[in-house]
Each structure stands twice: as structure tokens, then as C-alpha cells.
């Protein structure tokens, strides 16, 4: 009994640390996105271009933001499923131990 007592005390505590190892992750570092960039390589690339030009790297840049956006998104929401499972499965397990001690109580009256 105390060791379903303590699996489910250990699976809450790692389902906690998920999470919060979540939501502290840096996401908002561009080099982790988009790689490393010097202030030399952009003006290397832009020297040279026109307005439409450098609009046109803009528009590249921007894709590629977007597709990292996507995939992140699609990162959190399989995260987020997989968080859910968890939580409902420690509630199903929580409620089936309470249940068993109950009955082991009522036995031993």
C-alpha cells in the first residue's frame, strides 16, 4: 500500500518537474532558433540590395521563423497531449489506491 502511495508521489513529483522544466525553457533565444548570426554575416548578405532586395531577405528570414514557429508549436502541443495523459493517468491511480485503502481499512475493522 505505501508503495503505491509512494509511485504515485513519484510520478506527481517528475509530472511536476516536466512541467516546469517546460515552461522555464528558453525559447525565445533566436541563436537556439535560428542559429548563430554576426551583425557581419547580415550585412554581408544585404550589401548590395535595393529596397525589394532587402525586403525579399526579410520575407526569407520571416519563412523561416514561421516554419520554426510551426514546429514549436506542434513540439508543445504533443508536450502538452503527453502532459495530459500523465495527469490523468496519476488522477486514475491516485483514485484506484485511495480505493484500496479503503477496502484494506474496512478489512482490518
Known sequence: ??????????????ANQMASAFNMSNFANR?????PETKADAMSRTVGLDNSGLVAEQDEG????????????????AVNEELDLHTRLIDDLDQHVEVTDSRLRVKHL
Not at 500500500?1 to 517528475?14: G, H, V
Not at 541563436?31 to 542559429?35: E, F
Not at 520571416?62 to 502541443?77: F, M, N, W, Y
Open 62 to 77: 520571416l519563412e523561416k521563423l514561421e516554419e520554426t514557429v510551426i514546429s514549436t508549436k506542434h513540439i508543445a502541443l
Open 1 to 14: 500500500m505505501n508503495r503505491r502511495k509512494d509511485m504515485t508521489a513519484n510520478l506527481r513529483s517528475k
Open 31 to 35: 541563436d537556439s532558433l535560428l542559429g
